[in-house]
Nanobody, 118 residues
């Protein structure tokens, strides 16, 4: 079983930055079986949406709304990924969830709240 621990959320003023982290732990026999890691977010009253993802080791994908402002990366251990968020706006306020695809199965974190004040 895989556990995901997210951290780094909080309150920030518009224009500020935050870095979210997602650490994977648990029974992972082959770290390379993690084929994708991604961040989603869900704002109040809205559907969950993909923010950024990294797959195939180094390929990345971003929502249009965050391109040029957010960067997803993965550390050398391959167990932790980061979402660097710059130039934050109130529209980025949401609960951010980490997702990992391991052996083709999605695992989700519990989420971390990001609040951007104007």
């Amino acid at each position: 079983q895989v556990q995901l621990e997210e951290s780094g959320g909080g309150l920030v003023q518009a224009g500020g930055s935050l870095r979210l982290s997602c650490e994977v732990s648990g029974s992972i026999l082959n770290i390379n079986a993690i084929t994708a890691m991604a961040w989603y977010r869900q704002a109040s009253g809205k559907q969950r949406e993909l923010v950024a993802g990294i797959y195939g080791g180094r390929n990345t994908i971003y929502a249009d709304s965050v391109k040029g402002r957010f960067t997803i990366s993965r550390d050398k251990s391959k167990k932790t990924n980061y979402l660097q968020m710059n130039s934050l706006t109130p529209e980025d306020t949401a609960v951010y969830f980490c997702k990992v695809v391991l052996y083709g199965v999605d695992s989700w974190g519990k989420g971390t709240l990001v609040t951007v004040s104007s």
